[in-house]
């Protein structure tokens, strides 16, 4: 399954164009800032690998440049002395430094782990998603201070920055959060049926019976909860590619749950009995054997067999739907993310 999020918050810096009278004063930010696009352009890297099927770990090495490049430039920046005996921005500069290496070498670090058991169950799934919020929270608030330290300043020194929205790179982080915001809402309804038709089949392969039916109401009850909630929703930039497919997997999920598997139960029934009832004929001498019992084992064979023959072409079918639904679902999400994640 596809999962993946990228919401980075480095964008909000910041070239600046200078009034011939405050010169210096644009120098002095040019130095500081001269560090970011290098910095931006590694997460976007980053983010455009991650949007193209590579996993987290798979791209981890982008995460240890961007970590490099931040010591680079905070062992730089920390050499510069206040502009006319004014600090503030140089250190407002490094504690947006310090704040981005904390997110990068310990929050951005533990989704790599995270990501691993992630798919083992939907409160992992969600776990990791939260964890995940809150460092591109973590970063969105350094952004944000950083960027009121320029911001004061610039005004103080007459200079006019270029508007943040205006950087290709920085617009195209921004759409990404958006993308993956819709996509990780979708991905969620998903998973959670997704999940819960695996611990149905668990309990199928056990001959659980009890779990069976169990696991049979949780699915119905949770696609149904999915279907649902997918009404509410329009799709990022009015795109309802993932919400479709996510709905016509939901739609299977239900319908399994309720006309498939209660085929697979009967089975589970009938041959519960067969081999009761096989047990008691096979342990009586065949002298001992009366009709009755040949008649019931005989009912019991061809119950049995009949329940087989319906449970093979019931499994059979369910099957080839399943596939066709994920394939389906995953083509959409590739689809998805291609056309709504910028290429470059």
């Not at 510069?80 to 929050?107: Q, T």
């Not at 009890?210 to 949770?222: D, F, G, P, S």
Request: overall charge negative; proline content about 1%.
């Amino acid at each position: 399954m596809k999962m993946k999020k990228i919401c980075f918050s480095l964008l909000l810096i910041f070239s600046s164009t200078l009034l011939v009278k405050a010169q210096t004063a644009g120098e002095y930010m040019d130095e500081l800032n001269k560090d970011m696009k290098t910095i931006t352009q590694t997460v976007w890297e980053y983010v455009s690998a991650t949007s193209h099927g590579n996993n987290a770990k798979k791209v981890d090495k982008k995460r240890l440049e961007v970590l490099q490049i931040l010591l680079d430039s905070k062992s730089r920046i920390a050499n510069m002395g206040p502009f006319n005996g004014n600090s503030a921005y140089r250190d407002g500069v490094i504690k947006y430094l310090d704040l981005s290496y904390a997110v990068f070498n310990e929050d951005y670090a533990n989704l790599v782990d995270m990501e691993e058991i992630a798919e083992q169950s939907y409160d992992y799934m969600e776990a990791y998603m939260m964890a995940k919020d809150k460092a591109n929270e973590k970063l969105d608030k350094a952004g944000d201070e950083m960027k009121v330290a320029e911001e004061a300043f610039a005004k103080d020194n007459h200079i006019n920055l270029v508007d943040p929205a205006k950087d290709k790179i920085s617009e195209n982080l921004r759409i990404s959060n958006l993308v993956y915001d819709h996509y990780n809402e979708v991905y969620l309804v998903f998973f959670k049926s997704y999940k819960q038709e695996f611990y149905l089949l668990e309990a199928i392969n056990k001959d659980d019976v009890n779990a069976t039916e169990q696991n049979r109401n949780a699915l119905m009850a949770t696609a149904t909860e999915g279907i649902d909630k997918l009404k509410k929703m329009t799709g990022y930039n009015n795109d309802p590619t993932i919400i479709l497919a996510c709905k016509k997997i939901l739609e299977f999920y239900k319908s399994e749950a309720e006309k498939d598997i209660p085929v697979i139960q009967d089975f589970q029934l009938k041959k519960e009995n067969f081999e009761k009832v096989q047990a008691a004929f096979e342990a009586k001498k065949e002298a001992d054997r009366t009709q009755a019992d040949v008649d019931l084992f005989n009912g019991a064979v061809n119950s049995y067999n009949d329940a087989l023959n319906k449970v093979n072409a019931t499994n059979e079918k369910t099957y080839a739907d399943r596939g066709k639904y994920l394939d389906d679902w995953n083509k959409a999400v590739e689809t998805f993310l291609d056309k709504q994640v910028p290429q470059d």
